[in-house]
T-cell receptor, first 113, second 112 residues
Framework: NAGVTQTPKFQVLKTGQSMTLQCAQD?????MSWYRQDPGMGLRLIHY???????DQGEVPNGYNVSRSTTEDFPLRLLSAAPSQTSVYFC????????????FGPGTRLTVL | DQQVKQNSPSLSVQEGRISILNCDYT??????FLWYKKYPAEGPTFLIS?????DKNEDGRFTVFLNKSAKHLSLHIVPSQPGDSAVYFC???????????FGTGTRLKVLA
């Protein structure tokens, strides 16, 4: 069991570039989510999904797109990167989402110049 | 507006003593609360949770207390160990919304 995996670990982008952060889990979890962690801000929910084909917005969804075509994968797309999106991004999954433990990936550190 | 607040950015405790980490919330609709521990360069890991129907939940050295009237929860670690040194986040949710709101974290340092 690899748990929750994220790629890449580090990424540097120029303003205006687009990219996709990958997240995969092998625990057959229905619920998956993306957070960003900024200094002094804690973790903030970007988007989440309660199952394949279903996604919804979190606290800070602007500038990000998600899709969930399979149970295992939940990629996060940055459409046109901005310096304000410099952050550490964490993907998480859980079996039921509502009350069960969320398992987090190791994170992707993104810098936008 | 921060709905979940951890007002102490850092805390230092001697090994073997009790560590008490605090968390306050403003949304009275929150009915499920969690604590996560985070080491540098790793993702957060789940520690302990509590539902609003309880006022205490215990798991080994970790106990979470919930005071609904004060909108306050605390995490007690007894005895504290050097391996407990990490950043601790509290989080809250309203069941059915699938949205978790995290506090800003408290960095705990346990001194040997």
């Amino acid at each position: 069991n690899a748990g929750v995996t994220q790629t890449p670990k580090f990424q540097v982008l120029k303003t205006g570039q687009s990219m996709t952060l990958q997240c995969a889990q092998d625990m057959n979890h229905e619920y998956m989510s993306w957070y960003r962690q900024d200094p002094g801000m804690g973790l903030r929910l970007i988007h989440y999904s309660v199952g394949a084909g279903i996604t919804d917005q979190g606290e800070v969804p602007n500038g990000y797109n998600v899709s969930r075509s399979t149970t295992e994968d939940f990629p996060l797309r940055l459409l046109s990167a901005a310096p304000s999106q410099t952050s550490v991004y964490f993907c998480a999954s859980s079996y039921q989402g509502e009350s069960d433990t969320q398992y987090f990936g190791p994170g992707t550190r993104l810098t936008v110049l | 507006d921060q709905q979940v607040k951890q007002n102490s950015p850092s805390l230092s405790v001697q090994e073997g003593r009790i560590s008490i980490l605090n968390c306050d919330y403003t949304n009275s609709m929150f009915d499920y609360f969690l604590w996560y521990k985070k080491y540098p360069a790793e993702g957060p890991t789940f520690l302990i949770s509590i539902s609003s129907i309880k006022d205490k939940n215990e798991d080994g050295r970790f106990t979470v207390f919930l005071n609904k009237s004060a909108k306050h929860l605390s995490l007690h670690i007894v005895p504290s160990q050097p391996g407990d040194s990490a950043v601790y986040f509290c989080a809250a949710s309203v069941r059915g919304t699938y949205k978790y709101i995290f506090g800003t974290g408290t960095r705990l340092k346990v001194l040997a």
